[in-house]
C-alpha cells in the first residue's frame, strides 16, 4: 500500500510540474489520469519494490548527488581525451565483481557504470559479475576501485528493507 500511495504522490506532483494547469476542470482530469494508471498498475502488479523502490529514498538523498559530481568529473576526463590531438584512447573489457543483493541494486549499479562517460555496461552474469567497456585506462580504473559498487550496495540496503 505504501508503493501505490507513494507512486500516486509522485505522479500527481509529477502531472502538476509537467502540466502547468491548475483550474479545477484540469486538476481533475490530472486525479482522473493518476487514479487510472495506478489502476493499470495493480492489475499488472509492477507496483511493489522494484516498480517503484521508496526504501531507497533517504540513502538515494546522498548517493545521486555523489553520482552526479562522478557523471561531472567523467565528462571532463572524457572531453580532454576526445579533444587531445592523438586522441589517447585505451578501449577495455573486463569482468567487475558486483556485491549487490537485489535486482534493484543490480540495476542502478549497472545504470551507473553507464552513466558515467567513458564506461559501459555490457552484460551482467548471474555469477555476480558485470561486463563493462571502458573507454581509457583511467575509467577502467574507476571502475575497478569499487567505490561505485560499495556505494550502490549501501543504497540498496538489506534486503528485508527492500521487500524481497
Known amino acids: 500500500m505504501l508503493h501505490a500511495i507513494s ?20 486538476l ?10 495506478l489502476w493499470i498498475a495493480h492489475r499488472m ?8 523502490p521508496v526504501h531507497l529514498g533517504p540513502r538515494a538523498l546522498l548517493y545521486f548527488p555523489w ?8 565528462n571532463w576526463d572524457i572531453a580532454k581525451v576526445i579533444l587531445h590531438p592523438k586522441l589517447p584512447i585505451q ?12 535486482e534493484v541494486g543490480r540495476t542502478v549499479y549497472a545504470n551507473s557504470i553507464t552513466l558515467t562517460p567513458g564506461t559501459v555496461t ?15 585506462t583511467a575509467a577502467r580504473k574507476g571502475v575497478e576501485t ?13 534486503p528485508e528493507e527492500a521487500g524481497t
Do not use: N, Y
Open 91 to 102: 578501449p577495455h573489457t573486463f569482468d567487475t565483481p558486483a556485491s549487490q543483493l537485489t
Open 45 to 52: 502488479d509492477v507496483v511493489d519494490h522494484e516498480g517503484h
Open 146 to 158: 569499487l567505490d561505485m559498487d560499495l556505494r550502490c550496495h549501501a543504497l540498496e540496503g538489506s
Open 28 to 37: 481533475g482530469f490530472g486525479v482522473a489520469s493518476v487514479a487510472l494508471t
Open 122 to 136: 555490457l552484460d551482467t552474469r548471474p555469477d555476480g559479475t558485470f561486463r563493462v567497456h571502458a573507454l581509457t
Open 67 to 74: 553520482l552526479l559530481w562522478e557523471i561531472a568529473k567523467a
Open 7 to 26: 507512486l500516486g504522490a509522485v505522479l500527481a506532483v509529477l502531472w502538476m510540474l509537467l502540466s502547468g494547469f491548475f483550474e479545477p476542470l484540469m
